[in-house]
């Protein structure tokens, strides 16, 4: 497959906006203007971490996910379930019921993402060990690493050098499912079942490896009914065998220590690393990669970075709100909390390098003025001429998140002087007034 420079899974429903103005006022990248009436999102900019569907109060932003149908394009297909999937149902004592459920979707195969959380896990762990850049950046989050390349190219050596936890897994359950069953990993697909759209987004243009392992990405909210009918219709799944406590028997199902990566903090834990930074939601990331940037949390040894609030469980193409997921997935972890997953192979997988990235994270240009240093360094001047003119309020009446914003836009092109309505006022009075100047001249004339 070709890599596209620019593909997106949000995208615009421009039939449903009415050029609010919500949207643009809260994109982290400032990666969306309003033009004639309608939003327009800036392909450079834009890192899918889907803060824009959530503030749409008309539904106009949407995520382009793969309908369940595509497994079908197959012969062989393995679900890949995210954990914040398991905080989507009441009262779920075993992911059993959740992995007999996909299967009945029509899936060969269930290989929980967790697992692969704990591969990743172990593989963070020792590149913590004697590591000389600090704070290292967790690598998990596709719309936080985006952010980096967009807003904090200075951060980019930070960034662990190590898979998400859904690449590894992919990788594991097919190199499994071939030997299990001795067929070609290439009649094999892995179907993520994603939370947000930048999962679907570094699928498609992944980010520190040429192709992605996995095939294709379903939302939660695309699946959650189908599966919640087959978990209510089909109980084929059998409890988890407990001990005389009511614990969980330890089996090969993934352990507390991948299943809490859906949220905040869950990474951390996993990793084993007491000094380190936990931070979710996208402009909590932004103050907090600021402070990195200046120097001002080198004596954090780790930082983990959720764009959404309350981690995984907290994303756009969730059914559950966090709180309610969060209270689920706590109950769920001290129910399997000595599930083996894959804690005793781990090591073997991370050894193999199953879990290492293969390309650098380079920084996207996308707030270079122009590429000759002296022309950019004029820009650079023309745009504080213009903040001099505008009115600072920063209102986004124009249709650009700030004056700022809009002095580039203006400077790139983008927009004219009269698009900020306290000019085009002014505009507008001296206008009148030259009228009336005119109109007098002429009444003496008479």
Known sequence: MEQEQYYHSVRLDKDKCTG????????????????????????????DCGECIRVCPYHAKKAVTDPLESINEYKYKIALPA????????????????????????????????????IVA??????????????????????????????????????????????????????????????????????????????????????????SSVDGAISILDIYGLLTNQIKTEPTAPAAETNDDGVAKSNENASAIGVGWAV???????????????????????????????DKLTDIDFFEGLACTGGCIGGPLVFESSYVSENRLNKLCDSIWKNKGVLDKRG????????????????????????????????????????????????????SPNCRAMAEDIVRGYAHEMDCIFILKEKVRFLAEEMVDLASKEEGEK
């Open 20 to 47: 609010c103005t919500n949207c643009i006022k809260r994109c982290p990248t400032e990666a969306i203007r309003v033009r004639k009436g309608k939003a327009r999102i800036m392909n450079e900019r834009c890192i």
């Open 83 to 118: 954990p914040a999937l398991y905080g989507q149902f009441k009262s779920l004592k075993s992911v059993d019921v959740l992995i007999a459920g996909l299967k009945a979707l029509g899936f060969d195969d269930v290989y929980e993402v967790a697992k692969g959380a704990e």
């Open 122 to 211: 172990d593989a963070v762990a020792r590149r913590l060990n004697g590591a000389d850049m600090k704070p290292l950046i967790s690598s998990a989050c596709p719309a936080v690493v985006r952010l980096i390349q967009v807003r904090f190219p200075e951060l980019l050596d930070n960034i662990v050098d190590v898979d998400a936890p859904m690449e590894v897994a992919a990788q594991v359950a097919k190199k499994e499912f071939a030997e299990k069953h001795q067929v070609d990993t290439n009649d094999i697909g892995t179907f993520f079942i994603t939370p947000c759209p930048a999962k679907m987004t570094s699928i498609k243009v992944p980010i520190g490896k040429e192709k």
């Open 264 to 294: 905040s903090g869950g990474e951390v834990m996993a990793v084993g690393e007491r000094n380190a930074l936990a931070v979710d939601g996208i402009a909590n990331v932004i103050r907090a990669l600021e402070e990195i940037e200046n």
């Open 348 to 399: 073997e997988y991370v050894s193999e390098g199953i879990a290492e990235l293969n390309l650098p994270i380079e920084a996207r240009d996308v707030l270079k003025l122009d590429d000759d240093r002296k022309v950019a360094m004029q820009k650079v001047q023309q745009i504080e001429e213009l903040l001099q003119k505008l009115s600072g309020l920063d209102c986004g009446s124009c249709g």
